[in-house]
């Protein structure tokens, strides 16, 4: 079938359109040989308008870029509160991907993923290099705090924004991100640097970050302090003496809602 033998297809012959109509000749060919096999078939001729508007949007030639292949970029910024004051220790990442059109979901996907990242200084800012690819379409700038459950650690993040127009604009990338609860940072800040004893970092290391942590202090008994390090998920309770375990006690696990 040739492409001025069909209204849809002749709708396509513009040159603005010749990307989509290469990619629909192609999905053409494949239902052409799809038809002489067992396969399950492909949507039905008229629902071929849809097909070239998804196709379309997914063929779309790549933005020019102001970089060269390992070019070096940098993401800058300072991370703050609404107030804004400055906030610490926040863990930020530029995470790269490939966008493209999935033909088998009919929509955009993401993959080959990468991150890199830094932590903000005393002042909240933040400086990231990236060396340019090509082949990395999509940029996403995430901020939050490194939590450790057990011996894997995850990024909960806070904040979270496409740079992606912001990086053809050229570099540095200056990015200023806002921590809205402020709280979460500050609270494991102050956790990780309450961990001093052996035994309270093996159990930091063999546990991660408790969901919810108790102190008690007895002023008759030379001022000893009793720290309870809950894990609701385990179902267990690790209870310190000044530092030393004293006891580990079992409960029925609690999911998180």
Request: glycine content about 6%; aromatic content about 8%.
């Amino acid at each position: 079938m040739s492409p001025r033998s069909h209204p849809v297809l002749a709708a396509c012959a513009s040159a603005a359109a010749r990307p989509a109509l290469r990619a629909l000749h192609a999905l053409m060919a494949l239902m052409a040989l799809m038809a002489t096999m067992a396969l399950p078939a492909l949507p039905a001729l008229p629902a071929l308008p849809a097909i070239i508007a998804i196709v379309t949007l997914g063929a779309t030639p790549a933005a020019a870029t102001p970089y060269n292949d390992n070019e070096r970029l940098l993401f800058t910024g300072v991370v703050s509160d609404p107030a804004g004051k400055p906030v610490p220790g926040v863990q930020v990442v530029v995470e790269v991907s490939r966008h493209y059109l999935s033909l088998r979901q009919l929509r955009r996907a993401e993959k080959d993923a990468r991150r890199v990242g830094a932590l903000s200084n005393a002042q909240g800012e933040y400086s990231i290099e990236w060396l340019w690819d090509g082949y990395f379409n999509h940029f996403q700038l995430l901020a939050g705090v490194s939590i450790r459950h057990g011996k894997e650690e995850h990024l909960e993040v806070l904040a979270s924004e496409d740079v992606t127009e912001r990086v053809l604009a050229g570099s540095p990338v200056v990015s200023p991100v806002v921590i809205h609860d402020r709280g979460v940072v500050d609270r494991l800040r102050d956790f990780v640097a309450s961990v001093r004893s052996e035994d309270e970092r093996r159990v930091y290391e063999e546990m991660g970050v408790p969901e919810d942590v108790k102190r008690v202090s007895y002023p008759g008994r030379r001022q000893e302090t009793e720290v309870s390090w809950w894990y609701f998920e385990a179902g267990k309770v690790y209870r310190f003496r000044d530092g030393r375990l004293d006891q580990v006690e079992r409960f029925d696990p609690v999911q998180r809602f």
